[in-house]
């Protein structure tokens, strides 16, 4: 039985995995996962996973890697159901989406370019006027979201669970109990240091006052339009090729991953990574406009396909496809921090990064984690209610706090991944850190010129998923990751600074 149905959880990953790479390249219009559900909705059954069960119950405990492999699979199979259950409303959300205008100078944008015009836009005033147009997208479609949110509730309450996250902390083996610790103190701990660099960025780059600060000046305050120059939309390819020349890979040889460089008008505005089958059809999507969060995408992007690619062909499928997502994330990450590497910059980019800048890069990493720990503060709530209404406000007051920016109460369900996913970056970036060190201390400061660290890399990447990040670092430091490494990195980039204003 479980040869078979291996067989087809493969083909269900990698039909679903062609949709998404079709539709979010430009190349196919319609997102329409209903006759891939039609096909392989069999497997995510009750029956269908009452079987994994007994399957995995049948095997002797010392068979470890057995047990896990059906862990990975009865979990991949609930996750699917979940999503399989909601799935007429993620596509009627994705359409509501789709179909919205948004007049702006008399032009008629999509959601997805107002958002985009949103970080080019110098206009404080003009920039909460874009963003109230596309708050009222999101508002038009939370009475969706809410019975989209009701309904996987409904579904969790069936696979026997008390709540979604009930069922994560189950089927994922999520310790909430230690998580919840880190983020509260990594807020509490970060909050002072934040502040007074929060200030000081928002007068430089946007010309704001704290209390001034808006949700809809992030995507500017992102963007840092004034180092355009530096990060120019023509450059990406050859940094994508110098990156992994360094590490002693020839990506011109690489012939499982795909560049899609091309443009289409309704191609995504970020880059992103589609594996559909692992290693052998990586698919590495770019739609370059430009700026630091383009090149930044770039390189995360980049380290997920790279994953992929050196994947080994031999493990189970669910090693590769159903695994821990926080291990291809951390990868991810680690690409992404070259550019907060003065070297790397002056060396790839001809750009003698001022401290100015890189201060900046360090404020907008604080950023990142600060929310994400708020995020996933929300998340939890929300995750064990059965009133999601009644959290919009928390989720408002949550993220302003810890963001410094004043967030509305509208995206309480749009600003939220399946899955928890929120989690996995948090558990990601918690394991970067250890990963980083690691490799700086194995090959030095500037590992990315080292093909022995290229090496190493490939070594950790062909275990695929199989072991989940904390296993990964357990291995190659012997430690139980913490959070103390990312609060000191963060506290010696930036310095202990007195409160300001
Ligand atoms: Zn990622």
């Known amino acids: 039985m479980l040869d078979a149905y291996r067989g087809e959880l493969t083909r269900f990953h990698e039909a679903l995995a062609r949709e ?55 979990a991949d199979a609930t996750e699917r159901a979940l999503e399989m259950s909601v799935h007429s409303l993620t596509e009627q959300i994705a359409r509501a989406e789709a179909e919205a205008e948004i007049l702006w100078d008399k032009v008629t944008l999509t959601f997805y370019q107002a958002k985009q015009r949103l970080a080019t836009e110098p206009n404080p005033r003009r920039r909460r006027e874009l963003q109230a147009q596309c708050t009222e997208v999101i508002r038009r479609t939370n009475e969706l979201r809410l019975e989209r949110w009701r309904q996987l509730h409904r579904a969790a309450r069936g696979f026997g669970y008390a709540n979604s996250r009930a069922l994560y902390q189950a089927v ?18 970060t909050d002072e240091l934040y502040r007074a660099h929060l200030h000081d960025a928002l007068m430089s780059e946007l010309g704001l006052r704290p209390a001034e600060a808006d949700r809809a000046d992030i995507p500017a305050f992102f963007h840092l339009e004034r180092y355009a120059d530096v990060f120019p939309r023509d450059g990406l390819r050859a940094i994508y090729e110098e990156v992994w020349q360094g590490l002693g890979l020839e990506v011109d040889r690489q012939e499982n ?85 003065p070297r790397w910059l002056d060396e790839a980019l001809h750009f003698l990064a001022s401290e100015h800048f890189l201060k900046l890069m360090w404020v907008h990493r604080l950023f990142l984690l600060r929310r994400y720990a708020a995020r996933c503060e929300y998340e939890q709530l929300l995750h064990a209610t059965d009133e999601p209404e ?42 970067e850190v250890w990963l980083r060190d690691h490799v700086k201390t194995r090959f030095g400061h500037r590992w990315w010129r080292h093909p022995r660290a290229g090496r190493f890399l490939i070594e950790l990447w062909e275990t695929g998923e199989r ?35």
């Open 20 to 74: 998404e790479y079709e539709h979010y390249s430009g190349r196919k219009e319609t997102l329409e996962l209903e006759p891939i559900y039609d096909r392989y909705g069999h497997l995510f059954t009750r029956e269908a996973i009452e079987a994994l069960r007994r399957e995995r119950e049948a095997i002797p405990e010392s068979f470890e890697t057995s047990r896990r492999a059906l862990d990975l699979l009865i």
């Open 172 to 189: 994922r083996a999520r310790d909430f109990e230690v998580l919840g610790h880190q983020w509260a103190r990594f807020l509490e701990e």
């Open 257 to 341: 991953i795909e560049v899609d460089d091309e443009e289409r008008p309704r191609k995504h505005p970020r880059a992103f990574c589609v594996p559909i089958r692992i290693p052998e059809e990586i698919k590495l999507v770019i739609a370059p406009n430009g700026g630091v969060p383009d090149y930044q995408a770039l390189l995360h992007e980049a380290g997920h396909a790279q994953h992929y690619a050196w994947t080994s062909a031999a493990l189970l499928p669910e090693f590769k496809y159903s695994g821990d997502r926080a291990v291809s994330e951390s990868y991810a990450f680690l690409f992404e921090s070259l550019l907060r590497e």
């Open 390 to 431: 009644a959290l919009a406000s928390e989720y408002a007051e949550r993220l302003t706090r810890a963001t410094g920016f004043r967030h509305g109460p509208e995206e309480f369900l749009s600003d939220v991944d399946d899955g928890f996913y929120a989690a996995d970056y948090w558990r990601a970036w918690v394991a």
């Open 467 to 501: 072991y989940t990040v904390e296993e990964l670092i357990r291995q190659i430091d012997a430690g139980d990751p913490s959070i103390e490494p990312l609060v000191d990195e963060v506290r010696a980039a930036l310095g202990r600074r007195r409160r300001r204003g």
